[in-house]
């Protein structure tokens, strides 16, 4: 799981859960990667990505050092921050872990980097 | 496997996403990541779902770009609002009709699915699904669900009187402004441009005889009276 899709995912569907966001990740194993950089990609990425979250998640992870703490002015065009974007979007990936939710606590396993969001009964 | 990729590629034609600019997609019901690889090909990004660990597993031996989910469509979408610039899915909507336990209750599935999926998308984009319905009934059930959800849109026949080619896409505009319904493949064009901007009934169709037998009559020629058996359609030399 990349931080990136990190970023998007909610527990909201757990029935009684109003936000459900940011998921707090407990890591056991994460790997780094490298993937093709595309500018225009992360560039059209950036609008939808919390970067609070994001800020948050990869240091939870351990790999927060280089952020800077607010998405830049004209970010589209600042190719150093897009890299570092890019690095922290794409190429860290959560392996095996947890998924937790910030309201109720219940856990979202993540396993060979696949989160399991199958809900029990109950939670529907 | 040619197939499921011709699926995925007409799915993505009537995505209809702007020329040359990467989006954000959601593939429901990715499987082994088939259709993820058009999508990738096609320069996008996209985060796929589906139900089966297993197909899960095939997709990442297969090493595709897409992040991949194990989660039930039908318990609704877990992302934050406005995430997605579409959303496409091969062959899995009807699954959402199955009750596979006591507790599933497929109108409630469907409904829930489409309220969150439609919260998902942002304003304007399209989520478009390739179907095999059962039936009728269950087309209608979909297709309901899918407007209450707040949906508009419709249903893309392509091939319509082929039985082996026939291929039927649900097509969906998630608000924005008003969009019309893509042109279906494998549909003949019985009247050109200038006849059907002319406003003119198509030449020898029943609208056709009827406006002829009118003239004639206006011009006071002896016309036979009109009856159903106006203007049908004869078999062969008659």
Redesign the interface.
């Known amino acids: ?2 931080l ?2 990190h970023n ?6 757990i029935k009684g859960v109003t936000k ?2 940011p998921l707090k990740i407990v890591s056991r194993k994460v790997e780094i990667s490298e993937k093709e950089f ?1 500018p ?2 992360i560039a ?2 950036l609008s ?1 990505v ?1 970067w609070s979250a994001l800020c948050e998640a990869a240091e939870s992870v351990g790999h927060g050092g280089d952020l800077p703490t607010s998405v830049p002015e004209n970010a589209e065009k600042d190719e150093e921050f897009l890299r570092k974007a890019h690095h922290v979007l794409m190429e860290i990936e959560v392996v095996d872990g947890d998924l937790v939710c910030p309201e109720t606590g219940r856990q979202f396993p993540i396993q ?8 029990n ?1 109950g939670e ?1 | 496997m040619a197939v499921q990729q011709e699926l995925s590629e007409r799915a993505l034609e009537l995505l209809a996403l702007p020329e040359d600019e990467p989006c954000l997609l959601l593939d429901l019901g990715c499987g082994s990541g088939l259709s993820g690889e058009v999508l990738t090909e096609s320069g996008h990004m996209w985060v796929g779902l589906d139900i089966s660990p297993a197909m899960l597993s095939v997709a990442q031996d297969r090493e595709e770009e897409g992040d991949l989910l194990l989660g039930d469509m039908g318990n609704g979408m877990p992302f934050r609002a406005g995430s997605f610039d579409g959303a496409i899915s091969i062959s899995a909507l009807q699954w959402l009709c199955n009750a596979d336990s006591k507790e599933h209750h497929p109108p409630r599935r469907l409904f829930k699915f489409f309220t969150t999926l439609y919260a998902v998308l942002r304003r304007g984009s399209r989520a478009v699904f390739q179907l095999y319905p059962e039936n009728d009934k269950q087309l209608e059930l979909i297709t309901g669900q899918s407007m209450r959800a707040g949906f508009t849109g419709g249903l893309v026949v392509d091939f319509p009187n082929s039985t082996k080619a026939k291929k039927m896409y649900l097509c969906l505009f998630a608000g924005g402004t008003t969009q019309s319904l893509p042109r279906p493949l494998g549909v003949e064009q019985t009247q050109t441009r200038k006849e059907r901007l002319w406003g003119k009934p198509p030449k020898k169709s029943r609208e056709w005889v009827l406006a002829k037998k009118e003239r004639n009559r206006r011009q006071g020629k002896d016309v036979r009276p009109d009856s159903k058996y106006t203007g049908r359609m004869r078999k062969g030399a008659f």
């Open positions: 799981m990349k990136f899709t998007l995912l909610t527990s909201s569907i459900g966001y595309n225009e990609l059209r990425l939808r919390e060979n980097g696949i989160p399991n969001m199958l809900l009964e529907v």
